[in-house]
C-alpha cells in the first residue's frame, strides 16, 4: 500500500491565471472549491482564452486570480491594482491588462472551445509566432466546466524534485506545473503513471479516481509572474517521462495524473493519503 501526506493545494479561480495555494479546501465533483469558476472569453473568437496558445495569451499569466468561494473572485493586474470579479468595468479593465477584448464569464458558453499549440512546436519558433494549434472542447469529462479534461491535477514532490535538478536553480516547478494537489508518498519520481485506474484516498472522505498521466502543453516554458521562462520545463519531462497518457495521443511528455472525484470530502495540508491497489 502506497501511503503519504498533502503538502499542497491549490487552486485557479480564472482559467489560465495565476492561483492561490489554500490550507484547506472542500473537494467535490466539480473539484477544490473555487477552481476554475470564471474564465475569459475572446470577443473576437469566441473561443475561451488559454495560454496554451502562448503567442496570444501568455500574458494571462501576469495576473493573479484568488478568493471566490464564499466571496467575488480578486484578479491582481501587473500593475499591482486589485479588481473584484463583480466590478462594473472588469472587462475594460481585463481587456487592456491582456492586449485583446475579452469578457469575464462563469458559465461555459455552448459550444466553446480553447486553442492549444503544440508544445514543442512553440519551442521550435519561439513565443511571439504562431504555430499548429489543436482545438477542443472543455471539460472533456466534466462538461459545462472550464477544466480542459478532469477537475483534479495532482503531481508527487518526487515528480517535481525530479524535474528541479534539470530547471535552472530558482525557476519554480509548482507554479509551472499548476497541481490542485501535491503529494509527498513513498514512491519515485513519476510514480503517478502507475497510479491510472486506482482509486486515492485523501483526509478522512476525499476518494478519487486516477483517470490518467497529464500531457504538458507549453504552459510551464512561459514566465509565471516573477518566474522567468524556462524551457527545461518542457524539454525535462520529454527526455524523462515520454508517455501516451491515453490511446491514440502517442507519447507526450506528462508530469502527474488527472482525477476524478468519486466521494467529496474536506481535505488539508498534512492529510493522509493512500493509493489503492
Given at each position: 500500500?502506497?501511503?503519504g501526506?498533502?503538502?499542497?493545494?491549490?487552486?485557479?479561480?480564472?482559467?489560465s491565471?495565476?492561483?492561490?495555494r489554500?490550507?484547506a479546501?472542500d473537494i467535490g465533483?466539480?473539484?477544490?472549491?473555487?477552481d476554475?469558476v470564471?474564465?475569459?472569453?475572446d470577443?473576437t473568437s469566441g473561443?475561451?482564452?488559454?495560454a496554451?496558445?502562448?503567442?496570444?495569451w501568455?500574458?494571462?499569466?501576469t495576473?493573479?486570480a484568488t478568493?471566490?468561494?464564499?466571496?467575488?473572485?480578486r484578479?491582481t493586474l501587473p500593475d499591482?491594482?486589485?479588481l473584484?470579479s463583480?466590478d462594473?468595468g472588469?472587462?475594460?479593465?481585463?481587456s487592456?491588462?491582456?492586449?485583446?477584448?475579452?469578457?469575464?464569464?462563469?458559465a461555459?458558453?455552448?459550444g466553446?472551445?480553447?486553442?492549444?499549440?503544440?508544445?514543442e512546436a512553440?519551442?521550435?519558433a519561439?513565443?511571439t509566432e504562431?504555430?499548429l494549434?489543436?482545438?477542443?472542447r472543455?471539460?472533456s469529462?466534466l462538461?459545462?466546466?472550464f477544466f480542459?479534461?478532469a477537475?483534479i491535477?495532482?503531481v508527487?514532490?518526487?515528480t517535481?524534485?525530479?524535474i528541479?535538478?534539470?530547471?535552472?536553480?530558482?525557476?519554480?516547478?509548482?507554479?509551472?506545473?499548476?497541481?490542485?494537489?501535491v503529494?509527498d508518498t513513498?514512491t519515485?519520481?513519476?510514480a503517478?503513471n502507475?497510479?491510472v485506474g486506482?482509486?486515492?484516498?485523501?483526509?478522512?472522505d476525499?476518494v478519487?479516481?486516477?483517470?490518467a498521466?497529464?500531457p504538458?502543453?507549453?504552459v510551464?516554458?512561459?514566465?509565471?509572474?516573477p518566474?522567468?521562462r524556462?524551457t527545461?520545463a518542457l524539454?525535462?519531462?520529454?527526455?524523462?517521462?515520454?508517455?501516451?497518457?491515453?490511446p491514440?495521443?502517442?507519447?507526450?511528455?506528462?508530469v502527474?495524473?488527472?482525477?476524478?472525484v468519486?466521494r467529496s470530502?474536506?481535505?488539508a495540508d498534512?492529510?493522509?493519503?493512500?493509493v489503492g491497489?
Amino acid at each position: 500500500m502506497i501511503s503519504g501526506r498533502v503538502v499542497q493545494l491549490r487552486r485557479y479561480p480564472v482559467k489560465s491565471l495565476l492561483g492561490e495555494r489554500t490550507s484547506a479546501a472542500d473537494i467535490g465533483a466539480t473539484g477544490i472549491a473555487g477552481d476554475r469558476v470564471l474564465a475569459l472569453l475572446d470577443q473576437t473568437s469566441g473561443r475561451v482564452a488559454s495560454a496554451k496558445q502562448p503567442h496570444r495569451w501568455r500574458g494571462l499569466l501576469t495576473l493573479r486570480a484568488t478568493g471566490g468561494v464564499t466571496d467575488p473572485v480578486r484578479i491582481t493586474l501587473p500593475d499591482g491594482r486589485h479588481l473584484s470579479s463583480e466590478d462594473p468595468g472588469i472587462d475594460t479593465a481585463l481587456s487592456a491588462a491582456v492586449g485583446r477584448p475579452v469578457t469575464l464569464v462563469d458559465a461555459v458558453p455552448p459550444g466553446a472551445t480553447l486553442l492549444r499549440s503544440h508544445p514543442e512546436a512553440v519551442l521550435a519558433a519561439g513565443l511571439t509566432e504562431e504555430v499548429l494549434a489543436d482545438e477542443s472542447r472543455l471539460g472533456s469529462v466534466l462538461p459545462g466546466t472550464f477544466f480542459d479534461f478532469a477537475p483534479i491535477h495532482l503531481v508527487t514532490t518526487a515528480t517535481l524534485d525530479r524535474i528541479a535538478g534539470h530547471v535552472s536553480p530558482g525557476a519554480g516547478t509548482v507554479e509551472r506545473y499548476r497541481p490542485n494537489l501535491v503529494l509527498d508518498t513513498d514512491t519515485d519520481a513519476f510514480a503517478e503513471n502507475d497510479w491510472v485506474g486506482r482509486e486515492l484516498r485523501v483526509g478522512p472522505d476525499l476518494v478519487l479516481a486516477v483517470l490518467a498521466p497529464t500531457p504538458r502543453c507549453a504552459v510551464p516554458t512561459l514566465a509565471h509572474g516573477p518566474l522567468p521562462r524556462e524551457t527545461e520545463a518542457l524539454r525535462a519531462p520529454a527526455r524523462l517521462n515520454r508517455i501516451e497518457p491515453l490511446p491514440g495521443m502517442g507519447p507526450q511528455p506528462c508530469v502527474g495524473a488527472y482525477a476524478t472525484v468519486l466521494r467529496s470530502g474536506r481535505v488539508a495540508d498534512g492529510d493522509h493519503v493512500t493509493v489503492g491497489s
